[in-house]
Each structure stands twice: as C-alpha cells, then as structure tokens.
C-alpha cells in the first residue's frame, strides 16, 4: 500500500504534541491556545436558540446572508476596510478559509512569504498547493517588520504574502509604519496579500489593530482572513471569514466549497448579533485578556523569568537564556510538562529547519488560579534547572 509522501513526511502539529503530554502528565495546559471560560451567554443561548428554532439542512455555501452584511458592516464600522456582503464567505474556521485561500490564489511553483515564526499550518497549506515558501526571519524581542526585509524575499516567481497580526506566536501587534512598508512591496510589485487577522480583537495597551486591508492600495489585492472563534472566545465553534474584494473572494469561494462546502446555520446566526455589538464590547473583552496577560507576566517577573512584549493574542513569551535557565526551548518544554506539571510551547516549531531556540509560549486565557499555580510551577522548574 503506497501513502501521499507529503503529509507521511508531516510531523504532528506541536499542539496535539503538547497537549498530549499534558494529558498523560495531569498538567496546567498553557500551551494550546484557548480560552477556559464557555464564551459569551448571549451568542450560546442565541446559538441554541437557532439550533431548536431555526434551520439546520445546510446553509448557503458562501454563509447565512445576514452574517456576511454583519462582517462587512462589522469591519467597515471598526476597522474602516472597503467591504460588501459580496466580498464576503463564510468558513469552517480560519484555517479553512486560509487553505480556501491559498488553492484559489496560488499555482505551481509560485512563491509565497511567510513571516517566521509563524503560525505552523502556513507551511504545509502553501506546498500543498504547490507552492514555495519564502521565510522572512523576524528577530527577537521585538519582532520588527521592515521593507528591506521583504524586499530581500522579493523574486520573480514571488506571487503572495501570508501576512499574520498580531503575529501568533511572538505576540506582537504590527504598527502602521509596519504594515504600511508592507503595502508598499505587495503594491510595488503585485502581489496578493493572504492577511491573516484573526487576533484583531486581542490587542492591548490601547494600540488599534491595523488591517492591511485598509491600506492604499490594498482593497483589490488582499484576502483578510477573520475568526468568530478568537473574536468572542468560543475557538470550538470554528467559524471564519475569508473577506475582500468581490473578484477575489469569488475564487476563494469557489475552492471553499470544495472543501467543507458550509457551515452549521445556527452558529453563523449567533455569531452574526455578537459582530453588532458596540465597539466597547469588545475593548471589555481585550481588557479582561489583558489582565490576564498583566497577571501571568507580574507573576514570572517575580519568578526571575525574562518575558518579551506581548502586544496582542493570548500569548506570551519567556526568553530562556535571558532567564538563566540552561536549557532550549524544546528541551524546557519537555521538562516542564514531565516533572512540574506545565505545558508550554517552544517557539522552534514555528521556524521551519530551525535548531531549537531559547523562546518559549505560554498562553494566558485562564482562570487567575490556574494562572497562579502555573507560576508557582514554573518558578519552582526555574530554580532546579538553575541550580542543577
């Protein structure tokens, strides 16, 4: 029996890794991304209400109608992108409407630059395709984003970016300057823009999100990509948005339906009343995120841990060697969920073919107890592994 040697050469995803081994080790899981508050009451009674009352034959393949007028009145009112209900498709999740994106963008041989470290499915969605990845290492702490960098990538054969802010898994929101140098290269030599923006509403310290969608020049060439799931907390209910011009999400669509063909009804008709909510609904949410962030980072710093900015996301990030600790990242997180009882993240799974760093993720979207049992277990790892 001969198998595909693409996806037989596919490692599994460190998030089913980690989250393995913190079931087998009884651990505190800080390191698959996910809230462990149920999410809004209002969209859940609103989603069974639609379940009980409403249809539930398929919905229309590109969405329930009055969730694609709700993205693109959502997006326009908040974030000032140029969008109709036709630039809109409903998907079965974001990275679903990342594949539906790539499949209908790319041809063989065409390259695409990815900004490393980045999210792990970028990778094999691109070759999948077809496609050539092109990393451009960002350096850390801090992460920046120029043009030259971008430039450097730039070839001939070069026919997208997959553009990620704020960038999971550094945590770091992209300013304007930033976003603006990239508008920049993909309008300089046109290129499509797979801008995936699913963190949006997770953005702290009072920055506003800039989405490349907005940008000059931009509206006819980038496909932004949106998450129900990180936007109210609800990462199971996997409902995504593939949004831009008309044109180009025809394409998407068309390779959408394909894929998971639709989504289930109920969800898109709840998640349809929470994009109405005021803008102020969703600074209360990013604040209760940030306290969180502010919790977990007070808490390490005490600890004797060196954390790196964490702008945006559930996300932050430990620097090892700046915290003494002797070990890289892969090794630390093994470490952690074996003997303390933690799970983490090392940030060298997001690099591809690249030794292990000294960068570890932790995401913060718990309870303040599980937070603070996870400190406690952290510090305590810290002072063995120092002191051995």
Not at 218 to 237: E, H, N, V
Request: include cysteine.
């Amino acid at each position: 029996m001969r198998f595909n040697p693409i996806f037989d050469a596919m490692p599994t995803t460190i998030f089913e890794e980690m989250s393995g081994l913190a079931r087998v080790h009884d651990a505190i899981n800080l390191g698959q991304g996910f809230p462990d508050a149920p999410g809004p009451e209002s969209l859940r009674r609103a989603a069974a209400d639609a379940l009980m009352h409403g249809s539930n034959q398929y919905a229309p393949s590109r969405g329930l109608p009055e969730l694609r007028a709700a993205v693109a009145e959502h997006y326009g009112r908040l974030q000032g992108t140029p969008l109709t209900e036709a630039g809109v498709v409903v998907t079965s999740g974001a990275t679903e409407a990342l594949a539906a994106s790539v499949l209908a963008m790319l041809n063989p041989g065409d390259e695409v630059i990815i900004l490393e470290p980045a999210y792990d499915a970028y990778r094999p969605l691109i070759e999948r395709a077809g496609g050539v990845v092109k990393a451009v290492g960002l350096t850390p702490p801090l992460w920046r984003l120029t043009e030259d960098l971008l430039e450097a990538a730039v070839s001939p054969r070069t026919r997208a970016v997959m553009f990620n802010n704020p960038l999971n898994p550094a945590g770091r929101a992209f300013d304007a300057e930033e976003v603006a140098a990239l508008a920049c290269v993909c309008v300089r030599h046109d290129l499509i823009a797979i801008s995936d923006e699913v963190w949006e509403h997770v953005i702290f310290d009072g920055r506003a999100h800039q989405s490349l969608l907005a940008r000059p020049g931009m509206a006819d060439r980038t496909i932004k990509i949106g998450s129900a799931g990180k936007m109210f907390g609800m990462t199971g209910w996997k409902i995504g948005f593939a949004c831009g011009a008309p044109a180009l999400i025809e394409l998407v669509a068309k390779a959408h339906q394909f894929l998971t063909f639709a989504t289930p009804p109920n969800l898109q008709s709840a998640v349809a009343q929470g994009l109405a909510w005021p803008e102020s609904a969703f600074i209360d949410m990013r604040q209760g995120y940030q306290r969180s962030r502010d919790r977990l980072v007070a808490g390490l710093e005490a600890e004797g841990y060196v954390v790196t900015p964490g702008q945006g996301t559930y996300f932050l990030c430990i620097d090892l060697p700046a915290s003494g600790v002797p070990l890289p990242d892969r090794a630390f997180c093994h470490r952690i969920v074996r003997d303390f009882g933690v799970a983490a993240i090392p940030l060298s799974a997001f690099f591809a073919g690249a030794d292990q760093t000294g960068i570890v993720r932790l995401c913060f979207a718990k309870a303040d107890a599980v937070l603070d049992e996870a400190i406690r277990r952290l510090g305590e790892a810290r002072r063995v592994m120092i002191a051995s």
